[in-house]
């Protein structure tokens, strides 16, 4: 059996069995695969950071490095409350985020919004 990590906001497994050849087995525990994926949802975080002081500089130069990483992280959680679990559509959710602001969603005039997030 082959396992992968789980996406961002995806299933967790408790542990991947992966067959290496014929007769080998490596197996890969619980708290190893929680460090892969926590190593992922930084690197993750770090490129996304990047990206939104670099492509929305008027957006993002009242708010601190830091602060970035923290609005990252609340859409991160956003996400994964909607069920939304890739890596690409965060980003895109991300940036909506950013620009019509955090809870854009709820906004009444916003119903297109609501829309395509009913569809995923």
């Known amino acids: 059996m082959c396992s992968r990590l789980a996406p961002i906001g995806g299933r967790e497994y408790r542990s991947a069995v992966i067959l290496i050849e014929k007769h080998s087995v490596l197996v890969i525990r619980e708290s190893q695969l929680a ?3 926590g190593i992922r949802i930084k690197r993750f975080v770090e490129q996304i950071v990047r990206y939104l002081v670099a492509e929305y500089p ?4 009242d708010m601190k490095r830091s602060q970035v990483r923290e609005f990252v992280h609340r859409s991160i959680q956003a ?6 679990n890739t890596e690409g559509a965060i980003g ?17 005039d916003r119903v297109w919004i609501r829309n395509i997030l009913a569809h995923r």
């Open 92 to 108: 895109v959710l991300t940036e909506l985020r950013l620009v019509y602001g955090e809870s854009f969603e709820r906004a009444p």
């Open 79 to 84: 996400a994964t409350a909607m069920g939304i």
């Open 58 to 61: 008027v957006h993002c130069r």
């Open 35 to 37: 460090r892969f994926r």
